[in-house]
């Protein structure tokens, strides 16, 4: 199975990145506000860190992806760790795939240009009790299971091609 297996987004929907076509960091407050998706204290901090937004059949926002470099102690290595929300009324529209597989090959290409070397892949988190439970799918099938974090949600990461593991 691939990313090309993927069911396609619903008629309307879409993916951009942000700052092409795309609503501005202020309507992705709102929208984090209007959903209780990100503490208030901490939404001014990350809107800075949005790359692709969801948009559904009316234009409106349906789901944020946001992407921030952090090291991973127990791996070693620098990856740009994935947050992605989805609003309720859009989680069956497979917005929550796209936006991952976005950030991934968006983040991918800058690695393998060169345009931005800083990471040796992307790395995810998996709260959503739902979405841990049908990671056999498509969407998955690149990220690679590597434990669990404190709180028991699933960690894959997607190593970059060419990225180099650290040394012992």
């Not at 290595?77 to 929300?85: A, E, H, P, S, V």
Request: with cysteine; aromatic share 8%.
């Amino acid at each position: 199975m691939s990313d090309q297996d993927l069911a396609p987004l619903p008629e309307g929907y879409r993916v951009v990145l942000l700052g092409r076509d795309s609503p501005e960091p202020e309507a992705v407050l709102a929208f984090w506000a209007e959903h209780g998706a990100v503490p208030a204290d901490d939404a001014g901090r990350r809107v800075h860190e949005v790359l692709f937004v969801g948009l559904g059949p009316g234009g409106e926002l349906a789901g944020v992806s946001t992407a921030f470099l952090q090291r991973s102690r127990q791996l070693r290595m620098t990856f740009w760790y994935l947050r992605i929300f989805v609003a309720t009324d859009h989680r069956k529209a497979n917005m929550a795939s796209r936006l991952l597989l976005a950030c991934r090959d968006h983040l991918r290409e800058r690695y393998e240009s060169g345009a931005d070397p800083r990471a040796a892949g992307a790395m995810t988190e998996v709260q959503h009790p739902g979405l841990r439970g049908h990671l056999v799918n498509a969407t998955w099938r690149s990220f690679t299971f590597v434990g669990q974090n404190m709180g028991g949600d699933h960690m894959r990461v997607h190593y970059f091609p060419g990225a180099e593991a650290p040394l012992p």
